[in-house]
């Protein structure tokens, strides 16, 4: 198993910064590593992979780099396969973490009520209100299908009341606007559940919970990390075993799922995400990962 990582766009044979911390604790686990430059890759250029080498017997590698759309991985999966390499997920298997709908049917059990709608820019406000119904007059939260707005709490991420339509009409439109062509596959609705509060955050002053990401490869715990760097973590660790069963049934060798506490002691399930774009917590063991990567079969 080799990992895969951008490079420096000004220094094409270095890792890009904001990665050179995981290429440093990578080598010394006995990882080696491979560069590619993302723009390349966005541009659709084939130089993109000009500095890996052709392989003769086909090894399994990691990336760990910036987040793609399910068309630039595939384009990706494709490209380093064609040269021996082979992603550790499936382009199929990244949409089913990367989107939240498509694994929604194996976390629904121990997540939040959930419910979506594919759209553009152009908000079908008739099927919103329809939505809007099937949590009465619940408090929610609205996201895409890959990301949300919550730095922007009050604005374009949470909704007071689902039956309060001018406010949550109001609240839609400003995360559209927000998300611009990022905006991915359409809106997700949620209801907001009231998880174990640490504090709130000292830029955008949302409220912090009790959360921690998980990263599983193969079904087996990789890493667990708080997921907030501010805040105060006073409880003891999470019960990871807890969701070794889900992490198995989810259709992906290489995943992060993000966990909390609610205020009444459950944990749930908040999200999950791809383990190559998802970002480790500032407070994880970085050479802890990749020494438990460096230990599993390709």
């Known amino acids: ?28 686990a006995g990882l080696s590593y491979e560069l590619f430059s993302f723009e390349a890759l966005l541009q659709e250029n084939s130089a993109a992979l000009a500095g890996l080498p052709q392989l003769d017997t086909e090894e399994t590698v990691v ?11 595939t384009r990706l999966y494709n490209m380093l396969l064609a040269k021996g390499w082979r992603l550790i997920n499936t382009p199929d298997q990244y949409k089913h973490c990367h989107y939240l709908p498509e694994s929604y049917s194996i976390i629904e059990y121990h997540t939040p009520l959930t419910t979506w709608l594919k759209t553009g820019a152009e908000i079908p406000i008739l099927a919103v209100h329809e939505i809007l119904r099937q949590f009465d007059s619940l408090p929610i939260i609205i996201k895409d299908f890959v990301k949300s707005q919550k730095h922007y709490w009050h604005e ?8 309060d339509r001018e406010s949550a009409e109001k609240v839609i439109r400003r995360f559209i606007e927000l998300q611009g062509e990022d905006l991915n596959e359409g809106i997700v609705f949620r209801e907001f559940v009231e998880f174990e509060s640490i504090g709130t955050h000292s830029k955008s002053k949302m409220p912090l919970t ?6 599983w490869l193969d079904g087996e715990p990789v890493c667990q990390a708080p997921y907030w760097e501010e805040g105060t973590y006073t409880s003891a660790a999470p019960p990871v075993e807890q969701f070794q069963k889900v992490a198995k049934e989810v259709q992906s060798r290489f995943l992060t ?25 500032e407070n994880a063991d970085v050479e802890a990962f990749y020494k438990v990567l460096a230990a599993f079969p390709a």
């Open 257 to 281: 799922m993000d966990i909390a506490k609610r205020r009444n002691g459950e944990w749930m399930i908040i999200e999950l995400g791809d383990g190559q774009v998802a970002g480790l917590p």
């Open 156 to 163: 374009a991420f949470f909704i007071p009341s689902a039956g």
């Open 210 to 215: 009790l959360e921690y990401r998980i990263f």
């Open 63 to 73: 990336y760990r780099g910036w987040m793609l759309k399910p068309e630039q991985y």
């Open 1 to 28: 198993m080799k990992i895969l990582f951008c490079n420096d766009p000004f220094d094409v044979k270095r890792p890009n910064a904001a990665y050179l911390k995981e290429a440093e604790a990578a080598q010394k």
